[in-house]
């Protein structure tokens, strides 16, 4: 059996969202710049794509900038505020210690622009408080920036509360939504953000595509100079075939997404409750305030990367919290704000689960996971000094 259990990090592209992005390209080939009737048909198709986003969401249609995907919206949300904010002599910015790399290696280039960074930490459940982000907010604060859905332990962030504060305080409120769209309900009405970003491919639609939503008024500048594009905020001719398809993917997702949720989230209980059985392990996040198809462990004595090959050959694609760079495994950022040591960060393990997935491939999960951890364990020195009494157990 062969399990596909990283939906958090792509999802295969819908029979739908697929047909439809074909069929764009072959129909409407045309450039949505050009006043000939090929181009003025492409263009009807493009602002129809832009009106459905926008419906979906609970935005205006000429609220919707369409990106290449998820960071490049954070990005220009996040430097746009930063742009205004100098403007008013305002350069602290308010995040937290969790978000995706997206928005932490933007706000790192804006710090050595002379701007001030706070990055909120978490609790032990993976939630920041509410009440350290409104004590975070001053007269300089020209941005704050809460994602949604954390994308490595899937818990979900007090958004509503947060963007009340900030809306009180005038500050501008951004939220990285990549993880939650197409996931769970998503309004940016109810949200009260003023940016939101979104990719297509963690919903079932096509790489290299997303949006921006920015409120009326929410100051935005381009990033991407060259072209009238977009009414002038993203350069570069729309990538219409993977627009419609995004729409589609969208409109399934949403449509299906009561009676996804429900069957995904019973997966995600099974999971979890089977994998709690492992000696020494721990769940990340909060069990309760998470996304549907999110279950993300730690277990002691294991190293990620050779528990992900190890899982690999018995079918199951999977992820870690940690990120492999330059032949080092470094601990998750995410893992290690909510006080996860190094040793035990390590040992991290991200199923990601989706309407396509069956509880028969669960029950699979929860005998290849236990199988694999204690093989690794078999052969890990630090298992053995754990077993030995050299070191102490954390889990």
């Given amino acids: 059996m062969r399990v596909y259990a990283d939906h958090a990090a792509t999802t295969k592209m819908r029979a739908s969202a697929l047909k439809a992005y074909t069929d764009a390209a072959n129909e409407f080939y045309g450039n949505p710049s050009s006043l000939h009737s090929e181009g003025q048909?492409?263009?009807?198709?493009?602002?129809?794509c832009r009106a459905r986003i926008a419906a979906?969401?609970?935005?205006?249609?000429?609220?919707?900038?369409?990106?290449?995907?998820?960071?490049?919206?954070?990005?220009?949300?996040?430097?746009?505020?930063?742009?205004?904010?100098?403007?008013?002599?305002?350069?602290?910015?308010?995040?937290?210690?969790?978000?995706?790399?997206?928005?932490?290696?933007?706000?790192?280039?804006?710090?050595?622009?002379?701007?001030?960074?706070?990055?909120?930490?978490?609790?032990?459940?993976?939630?920041?408080?509410v009440a350290d982000a409104e004590n975070a907010i001053d007269d300089?604060?020209?941005?704050?920036?809460?994602?949604?859905?954390?994308?490595?332990?899937?818990?979900?962030?007090?958004?509503?509360?947060?963007?009340?504060i900030c809306l009180a305080k005038k500050v501008p409120f951004h939220t990285d939504a990549v993880q939650a769209v197409g996931h769970m309900p998503v309004n940016v009405q109810?949200?009260?953000?003023?940016?939101?970003?979104?990719?297509a491919h963690k919903f079932g639609g096509p790489r290299g595509v997303g949006a921006l939503y920015a409120r009326r008024g929410a100051p935005l500048y381009p990033l991407i100079e060259g072209g009238a594009q977009e009414?002038?905020?993203?350069?570069?001719?729309?990538?219409?075939?993977?627009?419609?398809?995004?729409?589609?993917?969208?409109?399934?997702?949403?449509?299906?997404?009561?009676?996804?949720?429900?069957?995904?989230?019973?997966?995600?209980?099974?999971?979890?409750?089977?994998?709690?059985?492992v000696p020494h392990?721990?769940?990340?996040?909060?069990?309760?305030?998470?996304?549907?198809?999110?279950?993300?462990?730690?277990?002691?004595?294991?190293?990620?990367?050779s528990l992900l090959l190890y899982l690999d050959d018995m079918g199951v694609s999977a992820s870690s919290g940690s990120a492999c760079t330059s032949g080092s495994l470094d601990p998750s950022h995410v893992l290690l704000a909510i006080g996860r040591v190094h040793d035990v960060a390590h040992g991290s393990l991200r199923l990601t689960l989706d309407g396509t997935n069956t509880m028969e491939e669960v029950e699979y999960l929860l005998s290849a996971v236990p199988a694999v951890v204690e093989k690794v364990r078999s052969f890990s020195p630090v298992w053995r000094d754990l077993q030995e009494g050299k070191r102490s157990f954390i889990l």
């Fill in 140 to 164: 300089n604060t020209c941005l704050v920036s809460v994602m949604l859905a954390n994308n490595e332990i899937g818990t979900i962030q007090p958004v509503e509360e947060i963007s009340k």
């Fill in 231 to 277: 009414k002038g905020k993203r350069a570069g001719t729309e990538n219409l075939p993977a627009i419609v398809a995004m729409t589609v993917a969208l409109e399934e997702a949403i449509a299906e997404l009561p009676e996804v949720t429900k069957r995904v989230s019973a997966m995600r209980d099974r999971l979890i409750e089977g994998l709690e059985k």
């Fill in 281 to 305: 392990c721990a769940l990340n996040g909060d069990r309760v305030h998470r996304l549907a198809g999110n279950v993300s462990f730690c277990f002691e004595g294991v190293e990620g990367e």
């Fill in 56 to 129: 979906l969401l609970g935005a205006n249609a000429n609220e919707i900038v369409f990106t290449s995907g998820g960071s490049e919206a954070d990005n220009q949300a996040l430097l746009s505020a930063a742009k205004w904010g100098a403007l008013k002599g305002k350069k602290r910015i308010v995040s937290t210690a969790i978000e995706h790399h997206a928005v932490l290696h933007t706000l790192k280039k804006l710090e050595k622009e002379g701007y001030e960074v706070v990055l909120l930490p978490v609790g032990a459940d993976g939630i920041v408080k």
């Fill in 41 to 48: 048909r492409a263009k009807e198709v493009l602002e129809d």
């Fill in 190 to 199: 109810a949200l009260g953000c003023d940016y939101l970003a979104l990719s």
